[in-house]
Structures are given as structure tokens and as C-alpha cells.
């Protein structure tokens, strides 16, 4: 099936600088790409997505691209934020036949805190 | 749009009680539901997917007789935990995808359970 491995927190940062969290996926035929924000108590939010092989997705201020030759969702943002801390799932959703169409896989999760 | 909510937002029971969890999709009609529980600090766990009108299909390892879904409108998908123990509290969060978003998903806020 597929699998998402994410970058391993947790993730400290002082306001301002810069932030990349890795993902790399493993998956059959040609999914879309995810990440997600999740603040303290709260259910998920979408943060970003790319449907595509070298799309670019954006909100925020985070980027990242789809990068098909690596499988690679690496999040990145030039300047973060107190209001960033939060926890940051990358998530590919299954679009080949099967068990596991229309299902997304999530990773671990990293734990990003941001400082003043 | 594309709103989901979830009722309640947290519930406290006692062991052997049944809680029901229900979600709901507030400006769109939802196809396929879908039920993930999240440990505290890990990644959510697909527990089952709902489509209108028929049985639920459940991950390997979940309990389809402890775990009761029903999505019995396209607005509205019920979780049932059935005789709770205190290794059933966990955050639960449902999912929602249909409208004009087909193959994309939204998410509650979550429900945190707490068995006693």
C-alpha cells in the first residue's frame, strides 16, 4: 500500500526563519499530494496541494512542489511565524484502481514550534 | 464552503456505554465519508469508509461490531462506539468528499472521547 515518511520532530524554530519539512511518498500509479495543518485540539485544515508532477502548491506563505522523479512534498516557507506552531501532516491521496482509491495516507506528523 | 462539522466535540462516558459521534456536511453533499481516530502526538488511522446508501467498509484490525457506521443521508454519517473502554478514547475525525471537489476531502474538527 502506500506510505509517507516525514521529516522527524520535533521541529523548533525562532520567528522568522526559514522552514523546510521533508516528505517522500510511496505510491501505485499517480496520487495527489497533501499537506495539512493541525493546531492544538483542533481536527485537520488544508494547507496546500498539488495534483500534478512539477505543480506547485501555496497558501500561506508554504510551498511546495511535486516532484515525481524523487516522489518528494517537501513544505517549505521563507519566514515563519508564533501562529505557525502547529503540527504539519503530508498526505498523498490514492487516485490508481483498487483497495485504495480515493484514500489518503498520512504521515507521522511533524511537530513544528516557533519562537519568538 | 465545504464545511464539516462533528457533534460532539468532546464526550466523557462511562466504560461499557455506548457514545455516538455524528458528522455532518454542512454545504455539500458528501458521497464517501470517511472515520480516522488519532492517538495523542501520532498520525490519524483510517477506521472505515461510508458511502450513502450502503454498508460501511472497515480497515484490517478494526471492529466492525464495536465501531458502528451508519451514512444514512448525504449530509450525515454516524461513528457508534459500542460498549467503550478506556482504550477506546482517542480523537476522532471525520472526513467528507463529494460537490464539485470530487476526489478531495474535508475534514471536521474532531471529537475527543474519554471513557472512564
Known amino acids: 500500500g502506500d506510505s509517507v515518511t516525514q521529516m522527524e520532530g520535533p521541529v523548533t524554530l525562532s520567528e522568522e526563519a526559514f522552514l523546510t519539512i521533508n516528505c517522500t511518498y510511496t505510491?501505485?500509479?499517480?496520487?495527489?499530494l497533501f499537506w495539512y495543518v493541525q493546531y492544538p485540539g483542533e481536527g485537520l485544515q488544508l494547507l496546500l496541494k498539488?495534483?500534478?508532477?512539477?505543480d506547485k502548491g501555496s497558501n500561506k506563505g508554504f510551498e511546495a512542489t511535486y516532484r515525481k522523479e524523487t516522489t518528494s512534498f517537501h513544505l517549505e516557507k521563507g519566514s515563519v511565524q508564533v501562529s505557525d506552531s502547529a503540527v504539519y501532516f503530508c498526505?498523498?491521496?490514492?487516485?490508481?484502481?483498487?483497495?485504495?482509491?480515493?484514500?489518503?495516507?498520512f504521515g507521522q506528523g511533524t511537530i513544528l514550534t516557533v519562537h519568538p | 464552503g465545504a464545511v464539516v462539522s462533528q457533534h460532539p466535540s468532546w464526550v466523557i462516558c462511562k466504560s461499557g456505554t455506548s457514545v455516538k459521534i455524528e458528522c455532518r456536511s454542512l454545504d455539500f453533499q458528501a458521497t464517501t465519508m470517511f472515520w480516522y481516530r488519532q492517538f495523542p502526538k501520532q498520525s490519524l488511522m483510517l477506521m472505515a469508509t461510508?458511502?450513502?446508501?450502503?454498508?460501511?467498509?472497515?480497515e484490517q484490525g478494526v471492529e466492525k461490531d464495536k465501531f458502528l457506521i451508519n451514512h444514512a443521508s448525504l449530509t450525515l454519517s454516524t461513528l457508534t462506539v459500542t460498549s467503550a473502554h478506556p482504550e477506546d478514547s482517542s480523537f476522532y475525525i471525520c472526513?467528507?468528499?463529494?460537490?464539485?471537489?470530487?476526489?478531495?476531502?474535508?475534514f471536521g474538527p474532531g471529537t475527543r472521547l474519554t471513557v472512564l
Open positions: 505510491a501505485t500509479g499517480y496520487p495527489s
Open positions: 498539488a495534483t500534478k508532477a512539477d
Open positions: 472526513s467528507a468528499r463529494g460537490g464539485l471537489a470530487a476526489n478531495e476531502q474535508f
Open positions: 461510508s458511502n450513502e446508501g450502503s454498508k460501511a467498509t472497515y
Open positions: 498526505a498523498p491521496l490514492a487516485n490508481a484502481g483498487g483497495t485504495s482509491y480515493g484514500k489518503l495516507t
